[in-house]
Each structure stands twice: as structure tokens, then as C-alpha cells.
């Protein structure tokens, strides 16, 4: 029965998580107009399926117990009613704020819960040293750097187009060009004989002034479809980065579980986390997109680089932070940059984090004490 209870538990962690979290690394195509609504989803569904699935290959090294050890003692973790308490605390405090559409991080719903499942079943068992380095240095720390990336990668590209003009219709073509050699054939009749020789040329124009030359063009492209073809890639690459760190996290609450195959638990968290985001993506997708600042692709791409880049470095350089976080740092900070930001929304968010955390351990004590309830 208990063992039951886990496997439902964790499902509804991971289809809470994959509602609020899988459109997050895609929301600046979305809001920047890139892209519709239903075509930025699939793509996010895709890449987070390819990273859940990535996972297959590295499950070995990836799935851990979970990621909150250390904060609570190891015979309470490695008890299944508490790891019960523990997907079923976060999974509510996620799926509450995805109903709310506010983007929180699960990772801090799952530190909130086993902080939350410990003080029901042994108080004097919080290790506050780690709560401190897992939940209040990520919380400070992840935005504000990403504010800060994200200010200053925008503010970098937008010199660079504006030294170099570059505009949204600008082509380079690489164009093969024919140039006349006349040659004298007779001197006295001064009869000539003219033959072309075919030059390469590089030219940097107007997409409109490149295409009245189409006959002569042999490579060229339009620097608009470029940068939105690294848009697209950046976006990817976010979910992506983010399923493959959290389908093992939230796959290593089944650890427990008896004669269950650890590829068998990663294809059932990374088809609901899809299932998740299919179907109950829309509120998070309006506050991230359209709620927190209005966005041009250009300042999308500044800010899908930001995160790209923290989501996939940051660990390497031991710095703790969140993905949500640092998406949404980093269009607050082209929000600032651009004085765009909506004040309201992100005080909203920032109080939804603080709280993320209390309300987590609320549920998940309250589960505790309900799943240990004498019959």
C-alpha cells in the first residue's frame, strides 16, 4: 500500500513539475513573438523529453537518493513514508503555484518538504548549516547574477549591433560574379576576342537588395533567420539541460522502492513530466512570456544565453542555482535594462519563492502525520 502511495506521490511531483517548469526555457520565444504558443511548447516538450531520456545514459552517475541529503538524517530519508511526504509536500506547493502562474523552483519545494517531513518525525535532526547553503545562498545568489548576466550580454549585443548596423534584414551572400578579360587577337585589325572569368564575392547587404541579385547568389543567409535559429537553439538547450538535472531528482524518490528498474522509473517520470507540460503549461507560460516584461526577439536571445549559460556552468564552478531563478533573473534584468519590468509581477514572484519553502514543509508535515496516523 505504502509503496503505492510513493509511486503516485512522484508521479504528481513530476507532472507538477514539468507544469510549471518545462515551458520556462522557452517563454522568451513565446513573448518575444518568435514563435506562437503552441509551437514554442512542442518544441520545449521535445527537448525536455530528450534531456529526461539523456538520462538513461547517465543514470548511473546522476540518480542520487536526493538531492536534500544532508539536511535531514539519513534513516529518515531512507524511510518510505517520509519520501512519500516529501513528493507529495512539493508536489502540491508546485502544482499551487503553476495554478497561480507563478514559476517556483522545485528543487527548493523538495528541500521544503524534507525540512517539513523531519521537524513531524524528529526536530532535533535538521542540519540548518546545509538548509543555509541548499535554500537561502541559491534564492539570493541565482537571480541576482542572472540579473546582472542578463544586463550586461544585452547591453554588449545591443553596441555591437548598433557599431556595426546591423539590422534584422541584413544578408550576407557569398555571390559568383563574371568579370570580362579582353584579349587582342590581331594587332593590325585590333580584332578582339572578350572571355569571362567567374570571382568570388562576399557582399553585406539589404535582404531586399540580395534577392534582386538571386540569379548570381550561390550561399547566402539572412542574419534575422540566424539569430532566430539561435534563439530556438538556446531555448532548447535550456530544457534540455533543466529535464536531464531534474528527471534523476525526482526519479531518486523511488530509490526505495523494491525490484524497480532504474530505466523503467526515468521513462515513467520523463512521459509525465512531458504530460505535465502539455496540458497545464499556460498560466506559467503567460507570466514568464507576457507578466514580467515585454520582450523583442533579439533581447529573447540575450536572455536564453544568460540562461543557457548558469543553467549549464554554474555547477561546474560549484555555484548552487536555480534554473527558475535564473530564467526569469535574467528577463527581469532585460526588463530593468530596458525599463519594461512589471514591479507588481515580480514582487509577487519573489514572495511566491520566499514561501515556497514554508508552504512545502506545511504540506509535507502534514502528510507525515496523515500517512503515520495510527488505523
Keep these: 500500500m505504502m509503496i503505492t502511495l510513493l509511486f503516485i506521490a512522484v508521479c504528481f511531483l513530476a507532472y507538477a513539475n514539468g507544469a510549471n517548469d518545462n515551458f520556462k526555457g522557452v517563454a522568451s520565444l513565446y513573448g518575444s513573438g518568435a514563435t506562437s504558443y503552441r509551437s514554442a511548447l512542442t518544441w520545449a516538450t521535445v527537448c525536455t523529453l530528450a534531456g529526461s ?47 497561480f502562474g507563478f514559476p517556483i523552483s522545485t528543487t527548493h519545494a523538495l528541500l521544503g518538504a524534507i525540512v517539513g517531513s523531519t521537524l513531524a518525525a524528529a526536530p532535533e535532526g535538521i542540519n540548518l548549516a546545509a538548509l543555509q547553503k541548499n535554500f537561502i545562498l541559491p534564492l539570493l545568489l541565482s537571480p541576482l547574477i542572472s540579473v546582472l548576466l542578463s544586463i550586461a550580454l544585452y547591453s554588449t549585443l545591443k553596441q555591437i549591433r548598433q557599431a556595426f548596423n546591423i539590422g534584422k534584414d541584413l544578408c550576407v551572400c557569398t555571390e559568383n560574379t ?40 550561390i550561399l547566402g543567409f539572412n542574419v534575422e533567420r540566424v539569430l532566430n535559429g539561435l534563439h530556438f537553439f538556446s531555448a532548447g538547450t535550456v530544457c534540455f539541460a533543466r529535464s536531464l538535472n531534474d528527471t534523476p531528482k525526482i526519479a531518486g524518490l523511488l530509490w526505495l522502492a523494491p525490484n524497480v528498474a532504474v530505466q523503467s522509473v526515468i521513462i515513467l517520470i520523463a512521459t509525465v513530466m512531458a504530460l505535465g507540460g502539455m496540458l497545464n503549461a499556460r498560466r506559467i507560460a503567460e507570466t514568464m512570456s507576457h507578466k514580467i516584461t515585454s520582450i523583442s526577439p ?37 526588463g530593468i535594462r530596458n525599463r519594461t519590468v512589471n514591479s507588481q509581477m515580480m514582487v509577487s514572484i519573489l514572495i511566491a519563492w520566499v514561501s515556497t519553502l514554508p508552504c512545502a514543509a506545511v504540506c509535507a508535515a502534514g502528510m507525515y502525520m496523515l500517512v503515520n496516523a495510527p488505523v
Excluded: Y
Design 298 to 334: 533579439g533581447q529573447g536571445l540575450a536572455a536564453n544565453l544568460t540562461t543557457a549559460f548558469l543553467v549549464i556552468f554554474a555547477s561546474k564552478l560549484g555555484m548552487p542555482v536555480s534554473t527558475t531563478h535564473v530564467s526569469v533573473g535574467a528577463l527581469f534584468g532585460i
Design 178 to 217: 563574371l568579370t570580362s578579360k579582353t584579349n587582342f587577337v590581331d594587332a593590325q585589325s585590333a580584332s578582339t576576342a572578350v572571355a569571362q572569368q567567374a570571382d568570388w564575392e562576399i557582399s553585406v547587404d539589404n535582404a531586399i537588395d540580395c534577392q534582386k541579385r538571386q540569379a548570381a547568389v
Design 53 to 99: 531520456l539523456c538520462a538513461l545514459l547517465l543514470a548511473n552517475a546522476l540518480l542520487v537518493k536526493f538531492s536534500g541529503k544532508g539536511v535531514a538524517p539519513d534513516a529518515l530519508i531512507q524511510s518510505i513514508p517520509f519520501m512519500t511526504a516529501v513528493a507529495t509536500g512539493a508536489g502540491l506547493t508546485v502544482i499551487i503555484a503553476t495554478r
